[in-house]
């Protein structure tokens, strides 16, 4: 069972473009995580986000967590055909330390 | 330095078969994860180990699945009976007690 609801599932930009991409949940997370995965590889992190309202920038990449730490988004300035992956949200809860991974959302950047 | 690494990176297995998937994690890394990804679908979390001890197996799917980390090093997940529904990519990954983890290639099981 996955917490968290990422969307869109899908999405096939042009090179120059900007997105943004979505992760909801009904439960609070004590962190949030933004991990990006490439066809054959495992996740890699981008940024972890803990407190409510924060917001954290990685160069084109803007990430926001929710005031009530329940949702996030991640926003892509400029897109490029590097930034092509399958972007997953994961949430941390106090009670445990295992990631609650989303479906994620497969991103195509094209030239 | 070396990452989290993971074998076979792809495995076959016939309905039935037993399967054993390695991980070696990071040096160090007290902790750590296995999960399994389905095709179109994120990781979902299976074990959790402290060193050597297995602290949570509350996301292994059946009594088949099996992990230890005997020398709380090296892990090794194991199938015992394999079943199509279990194919999919397995990930490990390890990390410093509390802090980011860091995942490995995964090995993608196809069972026939």
């Known amino acids: 069972t996955q917490l968290l609801e990422q969307s869109p599932q899908f999405l096939s930009i042009q090179e120059g473009e900007n997105l943004t991409v979505y992760c909801n949940s009904s439960?609070?997370?004590?962190?949030l995580q933004w991990y990006r995965q490439e066809p054959g590889e495992g996740p890699v992190l981008l940024v972890t986000v803990v407190t409510g309202g924060e917001v954290k920038k990685l160069k084109r990449l803007t990430f926001q967590f929710g005031d009530a730490r329940k949702d996030s988004s991640l926003h892509i300035t400029a897109a490029q055909p590097g930034d092509t992956g399958l972007y997953l949200c994961a949430g941390g809860t106090n009670s445990g330390y295992a990631l609650n991974f989303g479906k994620g959302t497969s991103l195509l950047v094209t030239p | 330095g070396a990452g989290v690494s993971q074998s076979p990176r792809y495995k076959v297995a016939k309905r039935g078969q037993d399967v054993a998937l390695r991980c070696d994690p990071i040096?160090?890394?007290?902790?750590l994860f296995w999960y399994q990804q389905a095709l179109g679908q994120g990781p979902e979390f299976l074990t959790y180990f402290q060193n050597e001890a297995q602290l949570d197996k509350s996301g292994l799917p059946s009594d088949r699945f099996f992990a230890e980390r005997p020398e709380g090093s090296v892990s090794t997940l194991k199938i015992q009976r394999t079943q199509q529904e279990d194919s999919a990519v397995y990930l490990c990954?390890?990390?410093?007690?509390?802090?980011?983890?860091?995942f490995g290639p995964g090995t993608r099981l196809t069972v026939l």
């Open positions: 040096s160090g890394h007290v902790s």
């Open positions: 990954a390890s990390s410093p007690l509390g802090d980011t983890q860091y």
């Open positions: 439960s609070v997370f004590s962190s």
